[in-house]
């Protein structure tokens, strides 16, 4: 059964860069049939899709964050990341990642990390 | 962009009830790529429908999605206790992927 882990630091300061990473068990990230995608959800609203990635790197993002997000596979260690540039207190969320099956959609989604973004 | 309006915003049921939510699409969803998801108070969301109308895995049979286009619904043929919670649709054919706002189904 794939299980899906974020990490990362809880607290990000304005202007500087969010980083997570998704770690990968029970299945290998390098499976063709796999996309694995990033979403949030700021507190007590609805959910946002930041981006899928493949892994052989193909990268797929909402526009709306296009200019600000970075994501990366790591396969020698299982993982994907997820880089958030220059954040205000609007990026303040829920990072969730999650596995793209064949089905097109996320069926299987890590717990949730929470970032808040202040000084 | 697609954008998926979920009616109503709420809804009060009881334990047994049968209950229809809405998913409209702002255009056409790709092969009916129309995903629901429920959304539990302090989980991740789980994935119910793909497809419109596949279940799965491990999703009961009460549970039952349709539609095509522009208009879906999730059906609930009989709420269970576990049933009350936030469902959200959302569109994977078309870039870029977008949620509905949700439906929040709590108890009467």
């Known amino acids: 059964q794939l299980h899906l882990q974020e990490s990362g630091p809880g607290l990000v300061k304005p202007s500087e860069t969010l980083s997570l990473t998704c770690t990968v068990s029970g299945g290998s990230i390098r499976n063709a049939n796999y996309y694995w995608g990033w979403i949030r959800q700021p507190p007590g609203k609805g959910l946002e899709w930041i981006g899928n990635?493949?892994?052989?790197?193909?990268?797929y993002y909402n526009p709306s964050l296009k200019s600000r997000v970075t994501t990366s596979v790591d396969t020698s260690q299982n993982q994907f990341s997820l880089s958030l540039s220059s954040v205000t207190a609007a990026d303040m969320a829920i990072y969730y990642c999650?596995?793209?099956?064949?089905?097109?959609?996320?069926?299987?989604w890590g717990q949730g990390t929470m970032v808040t973004v202040s000084s | 962009e697609i954008v998926l309006t979920q009616s109503p915003g709420t809804l009060s049921l009881s334990p047994g009830e049968r209950v229809t939510l809405s998913c409209r699409a702002s255009q056409s969803v790709r092969s009916n790529y129309l995903a629901w998801y429920q959304q539990k108070p302090g989980q991740a969301p789980r994935l119910l429908i793909y497809?419109?109308?596949s279940r799965a895995s491990g999703i009961p049979d009460r549970f039952s999605g349709s539609g095509s286009g522009t208009d879906f619904t999730l059906t609930v043929s009989r709420l269970e206790p576990e049933d009350f919670a936030v469902y959200y649709c959302q569109q994977d054919g078309t870039s870029p992927l977008t949620f509905g706002g949700g439906t929040k189904v709590e108890i009467k």
């Open positions: 999650a596995w793209v099956s064949g089905t097109g959609a996320f069926d299987i």
């Open positions: 497809g419109a109308s």
């Open positions: 990635i493949y892994y052989t790197g193909n990268t």
